[in-house]
């Protein structure tokens, strides 16, 4: 659906290492100094659902097809990239373009690697990537208001969108992100948003890179970084970035055993895509027969007509209606056929908004 995820952070906080674990491959060099990423590596990741499994255990399909999701990493970030410095431009310009954020942030203490603002403090570097996507919104705001200022004195539309963009202004000016501004439920602010593609609105997932030993334990620097992101209604997700990438070469199999082994039920990188997909406003509904079990995505509230044209514009064109069953339904009778003889089997209109997990099958006429 073209929707995807920036891996931010500053330099070294194990960006690039976490990217070759989400794409299973070495797909982004890794080294220990600063700007080692400069141009953005992108993979399309496929999302774990164990819905999918269950599914094919029951009908035995020839292959199995996953919703997927892009990540995007992002080069390091430094003090003043706002202004340029580093590689700032070309990380805020690359930043623009992704619709969630996952902050990586380094929760682990190890003199042998470096860290470029010279000790372990994650609510330190939060703050700064934070302040420069601040300095670049407010940036990006001045201009506009220069332009709204002269149009509305012959407009109102953008009279009433100048005294919003004062008021945003404001509160950039006092070190707040757009994501914590109050006035944004109203038309000017999203056109506002549309047209500058706020750097601070977007929504963001702390990763909080920690060592082996604290994957199921809570270091000083992971509890205060939940206790930050609690603040600002963000979510944290553990992982270890050095462990992933040595999982990569696992089987499915091998991977479940070592997780056990460790005290893990699913990696950090399983949590990290599945609550990215959900942050990214996205469902999965599924198609079963027995020569594939298939995850669509779409967005979350999309009604059965549009939910079709996923599959094929004519889809959506000719609909006719949805017949679906819920995938709680479908498990329990173990069948399509005994669902629909249970009576578990729904006929829907066009107006029918689906819910995560249900399996559709449309009618339609061309």
């Excluded at 420069?132 to 001045?142: G, V, W």
């Excluded at 948003?193 to 030993?213: H, M, P, Q, T, Y």
């Excluded at 599924?286 to 779409?298: D, H, L, M, N, S």
């Amino acid at each position: 659906m073209g929707l995807s995820i920036g891996i931010v952070g500053l330099p070294n906080v194990g960006k690039s290492s976490t990217f070759n674990a989400l794409t299973k491959a070495q797909n982004a060099q890794s080294a220990n100094y600063p700007f080692c990423t400069i141009e953005p590596n992108r993979a399309i990741v496929e999302v774990p659902d164990p819905r999918l499994d269950a599914l094919a255990k029951l009908i035995n399909p020839q292959r199995i097809l996953r919703s997927q999701v892009e990540f995007v990493d992002i080069a390091g970030l430094v003090k003043g990239a706002s202004k340029g410095e580093g590689l700032g431009n070309q990380f805020l310009g690359n930043i623009k373009e992704v619709d969630v954020i996952l902050h990586l942030v380094r929760c682990f203490d190890d003199s042998d690697i470096t860290h470029v603002e010279g000790s372990i403090d994650p609510i330190r570097d939060i703050e700064i990537i934070d302040l420069e996507l601040i300095l670049a919104d407010l940036a990006t705001l001045d201009k506009r208001i220069e332009k709204l200022t002269r149009q509305a004195k012959a407009d109102k539309e953008a009279k009433n969108m100048l005294d919003l963009a004062l008021e945003l202004k404001n509160h950039l000016e006092s070190t707040k992100s757009v994501r914590s501004f109050a006035n944004k439920d109203n038309q000017a602010f999203e056109m506002l948003n549309k047209e500058l593609r706020f750097l601070s609105n977007k929504e963001v997932i702390f990763g909080a890179n920690v060592s082996e030993d604290h994957l199921n334990s809570e270091n000083e620097h992971i509890k205060r970084l939940k206790e930050y992101a609690k603040s600002q209604n963000c979510e944290v997700i553990t992982l270890c970035a050095k462990l992933e990438e040595e999982m990569i070469g696992m089987s499915d199999e091998e991977k479940s055993e070592f997780l056990k082994s460790i005290g893990c039920e699913y990696s950090g990188l399983e949590q990290i895509i599945r609550a990215g997909f959900y942050k990214l406003g996205l469902i999965s509904y599924f198609t079963a027969g027995e020569k594939e079990v298939r995850a669509w995505t779409i967005r979350r509230g999309a009604c059965a007509p549009e939910a079709a044209g996923v599959i094929h514009k004519d889809f959506e064109k000719g609909f006719i209606r949805a017949e679906t069953i819920s995938y709680d339904d479908f498990i329990l009778h173990g069948s399509e056929a005994k669902a629909k003889e249970a009576g578990a089997l729904r006929i829907e209109g066009k107006e029918y908004v689906i819910q995560d997990g249900d399996i559709m099958h449309f009618r339609f006429n061309v």
